[in-house]
């Protein structure tokens, strides 16, 4: 199993970007879909961004399309997500997790999660 841990949140302007690392302990990273997921207060938890076991194929939610991209070093166990063009509307806590290994590309299914790192985008 992995257990992620996020960091680089913060407070930017709108317009402004982040970028947010998740390192990610146990040997099965490589082997393991990892995503991003993000919850504004009051919100349901939603998925963010996906990626695959190699990295070669990644998946974004509507609304983060072009501004966000979800990427992964294997070498360093870690998955990170760059947010350009921030909105407000991005505000939230963002979590990453990952699956048990092997399991295929989907929203849903994630078993292990970090405790979370806090964006928020003020106008």
């Known amino acids: 199993q992995v257990q992620p841990v996020e960091s680089g949140g913060g407070s930017v302007q709108a317009g402004g970007s982040l970028r947010l690392s998740c390192v990610a302990s146990?040997?099965?990273?490589?082997?393991?879909?990892m995503g991003w997921f993000r919850q504004a207060p009051g919100e349901e938890r939603e998925f963010v961004a996906g990626?695959?076991?190699?990295?070669?194929?990644?998946s974004h939610t509507a609304s983060v399309k072009g501004r966000f991209t979800i990427s992964r070093d294997n070498a360093k166990n870690t998955v990170y997500l760059q947010m350009n063009s921030l909105r407000p509307e991005d505000t939230a806590v963002y979590y990453c997790?990952?699956?048990?290994?092997?399991?295929?590309?989907?929203?849903?299914?994630?078993?292990?999660w970090g405790q979370g790192t806090q964006v928020t985008v003020s106008s």
């Open positions: 997790a990952g699956k048990p290994p092997f399991f295929p590309m989907s929203e849903t299914g994630y078993l292990y």
């Open positions: 146990g040997r099965t990273f490589s082997m393991s879909v």
């Open positions: 990626i695959d076991q190699s990295g070669d194929s990644t």
